[in-house]
């Protein structure tokens, strides 16, 4: 080997170990993807003296990173999926063999294993040259660089998008903690003399679109209601606080239910323009009458138990709230409760939950189970751990509630 060769060998290997440092350095500086991307073109354009460069990524779909030194855009026909695919090695290219490849005359793939990370595409190779040459022999070396490239780009996205989770996860639990300041805890609902009320609410997301409510209206007056909106999600949680802070606002001791409902559904198709609607469950109940009041807005009929064996399902009502500009007709239906009478208000996530078979819960099983069952409470977690092992290995479609009244 002579002196010149042996000089040039030697600036070569050098030229390589610097620009792997150069490239690394960069990437522990954190600098951006395009900077990454403008220091590796400058190696292999500038330095090289290579003609033109294409760099195909994988980021859930193939997409061109760079392409530099091109006259034209015909490599935008290129298919990663069919034109690319199939080179596992380092690959001089053929106009004859590899048409749609034309103008290029070196593809490097990329593996990490079995799995392609990218593709280069070389062009205009100048092999005779005063100072570093890039013959063919070590085209590895590009193969390499790349690798560390296309492996920093990617942990740069998967870190951001780590971040991004992050943030997502924080503020979900945020909101998550906030409806749950909105949704009555089970101990802060009446138990005394007059009323026995217990509930249960499981989201199927961090938020839920379900809700259920009980408050004091007068002395002798209690307003309750349980609902659903359409739909799950950030969306449906943020349309059930807003209905939320509506109601509590509007169910006044003075306003008649059917005005209620009226404000209610002109509210939510405010807010919607009919693409979300709620369905609920209002009702009002004098402790001295006994007398409850109620609208059934397109929701699962409530089921009312009777000691004596008696049921009755509460249907009287009107469409749901936001289905309609204006609803047609709202009937309210209106019943005298007897003593220790039983009402179980629940959404459509608890009966409508299905088995392996597909067959749905229903509500057989709720009406065997409150009569039987003396407590109130034990009556709701025997209600949803029944529907556990009904529903076996079949997961959770939808929001879950329950709110349960004994009118003592």
């Known amino acids: 080997m002579t002196e010149?060769?042996?000089?040039?060998?030697?600036?070569?290997?050098?030229?390589?170990?610097e620009a792997l440092l150069s490239i690394t350095l960069s990437i522990n500086e954190?600098?951006?993807?395009?900077?990454?991307l403008s220091k590796y073109?400058?190696?292999?354009?500038?330095?090289?003296?290579?003609?033109?460069?294409?760099?195909?990524?994988?980021?859930k779909k193939w997409q061109c990173i760079l392409a530099s030194g091109l006259k034209d855009d015909n490599y935008l026909t290129i298919q990663v999926e069919s034109d690319l695919l199939p080179f596992r090695e380092i690959t001089n290219l053929t106009i004859s063999q590899y048409p749609k490849l034309q103008g290029f005359d070196v593809v490097i793939p990329v593996f990490h294993k079995s799995v392609p990370l990218a593709f280069v595409l070389l062009g205009d190779i100048e092999e005779e040259r005063d100072g570093i040459s890039?013959?063919?022999?070590?085209?590895n070396f590009f193969q390499t660089l790349t690798n560390i490239l296309v492996v920093a780009i990617e942990n740069k996205r998967l870190y951001t998008e780590n971040i991004q989770q992050e943030s997502i996860k924080k503020e979900l639990d945020l909101a998550r903690q906030m409806q749950s300041m909105l949704i009555p805890h089970p101990d802060a609902l009446p138990k005394n003399n007059f009323l026995y009320v217990t509930s249960y609410y499981q989201p199927?997301?961090?938020?839920?679109?379900?809700?259920?409510?009980?408050?004091?209206?007068?002395?002798?007056?209690?307003?309750?209601?349980?609902?659903?909106?359409?739909?799950?999600?950030?969306?449906?949680?943020l349309l059930m606080s807003n209905f939320q802070a509506s109601l509590r606002a509007l169910f006044t001791t003075d306003i008649e239910l059917n005005q209620l409902i009226c404000r209610l559904n002109g509210i939510i198709n405010n807010n919607t323009k009919g693409e979300k609607f709620i369905t609920a469950f209002i009702g009002k109940y004098n402790i001295q009458t006994r007398m409850l009041k109620f609208i059934n807005a397109g929701h699962n009929p409530p089921l009312l138990f009777i000691p004596q064996n008696e049921y009755q399902y509460l249907k009287t009502g009107c469409a749901g709230l936001g289905m309609l500009p204006e609803i047609p007709q709202i009937n309210i239906g209106s019943i005298i409760i007897p003593q220790n009478a039983r009402l179980v208000c629940y959404t459509d996530g608890l009966v409508e939950m299905e088995n392996e078979l597909h067959e749905e819960f229903g509500t057989?099983?709720?009406?065997?189970?409150?009569?039987?069952?003396?407590?109130?409470?034990?009556?709701?977690?025997?209600?949803?751990?029944?529907?556990n092992v009904y529903r076996g290995k079949m997961p959770f479609f939808d929001d879950i509630s329950l709110l349960c009244i004994e009118f003592k």
């Open 134 to 139: 890039p013959i063919i022999k070590h085209l």
């Open 41 to 59: 073109e400058n190696i292999i354009r500038k330095d090289l003296g290579i003609g033109k460069v294409v760099l195909f990524n994988y980021n």
């Open 204 to 237: 199927h997301y961090e938020v839920g679109g379900d809700y259920y409510d009980f408050f004091y209206l007068n002395e002798f007056e209690v307003g309750f209601c349980i609902a659903d909106v359409s739909g799950k999600g950030i969306s449906a949680a």
């Open 4 to 17: 010149k060769a042996s000089l040039k060998r030697l600036q070569l290997s050098n030229f390589k170990l």
């Open 30 to 36: 954190n600098l951006s993807t395009q900077a990454l």
């Open 364 to 387: 057989k099983e709720m009406e065997q189970m409150v009569e039987k069952e003396d407590n109130l409470d034990l009556f709701v977690w025997k209600i949803i751990q029944r529907v």
